[in-house]
């Protein structure tokens, strides 16, 4: 499949945001076989198509909005201490090995456990889905029968606990405090989400923020302890109470070496031009966020790691109507499972070499396959 890359800051910008980029992978003049591929496996055999990644104005409008009725920034700050809660716990299970592999043990189950607390899926369903969701992170972005699998599994999961909910919520109306049943009541001028529209909102809310937030512990994690100094200067300034180092060091972090490395597909609907270059309709398009973060005309020095950093306007989270609706969320999870390493095991340190450290395929995302590190073991 052929497809132009942009990649200097200000065309990245300018196309993100540009409306003649469609997200709908109908434009797209290639075969149906090729059609679709947004980065989720097993998506185009799926009614998950109608997820907002995937559609245009006006949907996308109807859908972000009242998905953003449920799932709002106080939401997320009310959720805090069960993420300090679920990190601690994380944390305690490998504490007093003195070693353990920071992806599995502790980047991939977090934001697992934290989304599915918040969207309200019991606790004891909640290893069902560290599972699915470990095929899809083991296999992710190949058509793999297994992942498929996965994801059908977890759609179905969904559309029933949407339907469960529904019937508590009409038998008896009491405000449920998680996000599904936030999506059930969300309505807009009286037109509510359809349970498929809820089951695929569900799914991509978990799909979008889940390996995109391990890769920001494990990418993070593997910066600090590959730059001493900076490290050096966020627990110190943690030791004293300043979180301010944490807050524009995970903005860095996601500048540096941020989760996802191109933005997902754009497909365009009518002649265009970017950065000079004609664009044909029906031609893909993807955004390299990864390049635009590093661009010399937007940001000095930037090969360099400055957790200080302060002009740092990244595209880690995209931007324009598609910008990451899960921002806070992966803020806050980002922040607490940093500070609480540093903190926690003040002596961590890689047990290999870097070189021999393995970085996952895929086209979209980037993060490790694993992070094997050591401590002092504390009980
Ligand atoms: C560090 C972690 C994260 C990063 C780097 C990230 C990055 C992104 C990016 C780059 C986009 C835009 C893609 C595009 O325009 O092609 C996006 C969209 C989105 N993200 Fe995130 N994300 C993260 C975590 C999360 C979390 C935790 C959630 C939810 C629980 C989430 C939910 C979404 C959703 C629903 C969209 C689609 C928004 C729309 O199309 O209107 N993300 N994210």
């Not at 109908?26 to 090729?34: L, S, T, V």
């Not at 990644?53 to 920034?73: E, W």
């Not at 400055?306 to 803020?331: E, S």
Request: proline share 7%.
């Amino acid at each position: 499949m052929e497809a132009w890359l942009v990649t200097r800051y200000a065309d990245a910008k300018q196309a993100l945001a540009d409306q003649r980029l469609s997200k709908n992978p109908a434009h797209h003049d290639e075969p149906a076989h090729a059609k679709g591929k947004t980065g989720i496996p097993g998506e185009r055999k799926a009614e998950l198509m109608t997820h907002l990644l995937n559609i245009d104005p006006p949907d996308h409008t109807r859908l972000r909005r009242l998905v953003s009725k449920a799932f709002t920034p106080r939401r997320v700050a009310e959720f805090a201490p069960r993420v300090q809660e679920l990190t601690d716990d994380l944390l305690d299970r490998f504490a007093r090995n003195g070693s353990a592999d920071l992806i599995h043990e502790f980047a991939f189950p977090l934001p697992i456990y934290a989304i599915c607390d918040l969207l309200g899926v019991p606790r004891e369903d909640q290893d069902d889905f560290r599972d699915w969701a470990g095929m899809m992170i083991r296999h992710g972005g190949g058509p793999r029968g297994g992942v498929a699998r996965s994801v059908k599994k977890m759609r179905g999961y969904l559309a029933d606990l949407i339907h469960r909910k529904r019937e508590s919520l009409s038998a008896e109306p009491v405000p449920g405090e998680d996000l599904i049943s936030g999506l059930i009541r969300a309505s807009d001028h009286g037109e509510h989400l359809t349970e498929n529209e809820a089951a695929a909102m569900a799914f991509i809310l978990l799909f979008a923020g889940f390996e995109t937030t391990v890769n920001l512990i494990g990418n993070g994690t593997y910066a600090l302890l590959t730059h001493p100094e900076q490290r050096t200067r966020l627990q110190q300034a943690l030791a004293t109470g300043d979180r301010g180092l944490l807050e524009t060091g995970v903005e860095e972090l996601l500048r540096y070496d941020g989760p996802v490395e191109l933005a997902t597909w754009r497909f365009a609907t009518q002649p265009l031009t970017i950065g000079g270059q004609d664009i044909a309709p029906g031609d893909p398009v993807l955004v390299v966020l990864a390049a635009a973060d590093r661009d010399p005309q937007r940001f000095a020095d930037p090969d360099t790691l400055d957790l200080a950093r302060r002009d740092n306007q990244h595209l880690g989270y995209g931007h324009g109507i598609h910008y990451c609706l899960g921002a806070p969320l992966a803020r806050l999870e980002g922040q607490t499972a940093l500070a609480t390493l540093l903190t926690r095991l003040p002596d961590l340190r890689l047990a290999v070499d870097p070189s021999e450290l393995r970085w996952r395929g895929g086209l979209i995302m980037r993060g490790l396959r694993t992070l094997p590190v050591e401590f002092t073991p504390i009980s």
